[in-house]
């Protein structure tokens, strides 16, 4: 009961300043890790962002939440043409779109949306663009502009994408954070008024909740939308407050201030199993964190400096000191929980000795090098200033000299995919369950480009060959060769030193009912209720 009232009695206090909540109002709030850039997962491609935009928005098809199965979304089906260039989605019709302050939409969801939500990604031209920075890392990383031919209207409940070659997992690609349909009303009237940002920073969505109030690094709250057509939701209101210490989410979710508090600290997770008012779920998380070396820079330019660095660490004891079990040390650039996987693939050992004698006949010696780690806690790493300073202390090992180095998390991020590091930590969790969504978005040399998000910047052109090959054909055995001939380039070239997957763990009151973990990372509240 205790944890009940102060739980309470936080929901209320978090919601002044965005007017009166009514008494009878189911509230769950979520301890969210930080602040999102915008709202728009076309633009900012954080789980942080993804998380945020998630609640307002629908995609065409959408994931079953706690799996990566494919379910109707926005369309309510959709045929594939026999040569696998042509996929023609039929819409479910009724679908309203948010209302806000000043824009009241006029019509229903239609193919009008479809198109000018893929436009302002595709089309160079579109008045939409350059808005808010205009950078698309997912659209393009996935070879989007280049695989699109065509996007038409059929009618206004039916549109057609024409590829220019067959490509497995686009319809799991467009259930992805980056596809979230936006409303092609809203964009033209605030493109009128001279404030197109609003689109981003105010969006307007279909899906089970409206944005209702942001205040940067502290709220964000949204209501329910009455007329979501899946339904309105059972609860009422839900706030993200932001709370960016590990160790304060932990203690407010005790505190019966948080409903759900994500990405604990590996410490903790046992002290919250014994919680009786808690639940923790546990789930094998399909990801991977790692340390890029810019290939771009020397001595990374040179193989052999890589696969020293990739023997100078000792992964073990950092896996047993960070994720205290919860994870594994990482050997490929995917997770064993995909397919393809190959487990045949021989780590490089721990070896400080042989590090030392490579980058000797690599001609380095007197090496100082910069180390960036996340300022933030992610699913693939809890703590990756410790992960850094655990690294340092091998490189000392072999006499390089590594200053740590970190920034905000947006322009950490903005930072690395400029390639300004000389090395770097980061991390995925997959967003499709595809073996390509890691392949293809991380080791490409379409995303080596200035801004993409191979940090790397690595480009292996038989590599990227292999991988484009994957991805043109559905059989999966055949798929699965060509992703394990790709690991074995991976490995060989090292332009990565992998280090863990982890264990993600999800802490929350045992008031929550019908959340489910997701294993694409995402927090989805579509469907989750709280007991009063």
């Known amino acids: 009961m205790k944890h009940r009232l102060l739980g309470a009695v936080a929901a209320a206090a978090l919601v002044v300043g965005f007017g009166a909540v009514a008494a009878e109002a189911k509230t769950l709030v979520y301890c969210s890790e930080g602040s999102p850039e915008n709202f728009n997962p076309q633009i900012n491609t954080t789980g942080t962002n993804f998380d945020t935009a998630y609640p307002i928005f629908n995609r065409l098809v959408e994931f079953e939440p706690g799996t990566t199965t494919v379910k109707p979304g926005l369309a309510a089906s959709w045929e594939v043409s026999d040569d696998g260039l042509t996929y023609t989605f039929k819409l479910q019709p009724g679908v309203k779109f948010h209302a806000r302050g000043d824009f009241a939409p006029t019509r229903d969801f239609s193919a009008d949306d479809v198109i000018a939500t893929f436009n302002r990604m595709w089309k160079a031209d579109d008045a939409y663009a350059k808005v808010s920075g205009g950078a698309y890392d997912y659209f393009n990383d996935m070879g989007m502009p280049d695989l699109i031919k065509s996007i038409d209207k059929v009618d206004d409940l039916t549109v057609k994408f024409t590829l220019t070659k067959p490509n497995a997992p686009f319809i799991a690609n467009m259930a992805m954070d980056f596809a979230a349909i936006h409303s092609a009303e809203y964009m033209a009237a605030m493109l009128k008024a001279g404030t197109p940002e609003r689109v981003d920073q105010e969006p ?43 160790a304060v989410r932990t203690a407010k979710l005790l505190a019966g201030e948080c409903d759900i508090a994500p990405y ?18 546990e789930q094998e998380g399909l990801n991977v964190g790692y340390l890029a070396l810019n290939v771009k820079k020397a001595p990374f330019d040179n193989k052999l400096v890589r696969q020293a660095f990739n023997m100078a660490f000792d992964k073990d004891a950092i896996v047993k000191a960070v994720y205290q079990g919860a994870g594994q040390p990482a050997k490929n650039p995917i997770p ?13 050992a721990y070896d400080p000795e042989k590090a030392k004698a490579m980058l000797a006949e690599a001609g380095v010696k007197d090496l ?91 480009c292996n052109e038989d590599f990227t060959k ?67």
């Open 264 to 281: 604990p600290g590996p410490a903790d997770v046992e002290k919250l199993k014994a919680e009786p008012s808690l639940n923790v779920q």
């Open 336 to 348: 064993p929980t995909i397919w393809s996987y190959d487990d045949s693939v021989t780590a490089y």
């Open 204 to 246: 307007i969505g279909t899906g089970p909740f409206i944005l209702q109030a942001y205040e940067k690094d502290a709220r964000i709250l949204y209501k329910a939308n009455v007329n979501y057509f899946r339904g309105k939701q059972p609860i009422d209101k839900l706030i993200f407050a932001i709370t960016p210490d590990q």
């Open 368 to 458: 100082s090098i910069d180390l960036w780690y996340m300022p933030v806690q992610r699913p693939y790493n809890p703590d990756a200033k410790k992960v850094a300073e655990l690294m340092q202390a091998d490189l000392a090992k072999i006499g390089v000299t590594a200053e740590l180095k970190t920034y905000e998390w947006g322009e950490y991020r903005k930072r690395l995919q400029a390639g300004e590091h000389l090395t770097g930590m980061l991390g995925w969790t997959g967003d499709n369950g595809d073996p390509d969504n890691f392949l293809g978005v991380l080791l490409s040399c379409g995303s080596a480009r200035d801004g993409g998000q191979n940090i790397a910047k690595w």
């Open 466 to 532: 292999l991988i484009d090959e994957a991805a043109a054909i559905s059989d999966v055995s055949k798929r699965t060769e060509l992703y394990k001939q790709a690991q074995a380039i991976f490995h060989e070239e090292a332009p990565w030193v992998p280090i863990a997957h982890s264990v993600v763990y999800m802490p929350m009151s045992k008031k929550v009912k019908g959340y489910k973990i997701h294993p694409l990372g995402t927090h989805i509240f579509e469907g989750v209720d709280i007991d009063e």
